[in-house]
């Protein structure tokens, strides 16, 4: 188990890396195409990266929903399931 003040320290760190990147993007974005399309420089990879894990996260929850909604309480086992793996852990 972690303490509390250690815990803390993480989070500030954190914090303070997020705050520094956020500064670094900020400075560095001087036209509207350098937000949305990264200034039309962007890693093959990195764009890929991110298509891919955009495209789960939207078929994860439209798919979801779409299954909670044809078979309703049926689903229940999914939630019951989850909330037993968060306990063991």
Do not use: C
Request: charged content about 10%.
């Amino acid at each position: 188990m972690i303490s509390t003040p250690v815990l803390g320290v993480i989070v500030l760190i954190y914090l303070m890396i997020i705050f520094y990147l956020g500064m670094l993007g900020y400075k560095k974005t001087k036209e509207i195409d350098d937000y949305m399309v990264a200034g039309r420089h962007i890693n093959p990879y990195i764009l890929a990266l991110s298509d891919g894990a955009t495209f789960i996260s939207t078929s994860a929850i439209i798919g979801f929903g779409g299954a909670a909604g044809a078979l309703g309480m049926g689903l229940l086992w999914l939630a019951v399931m989850n909330i037993i793996v968060l306990q063991q852990s």
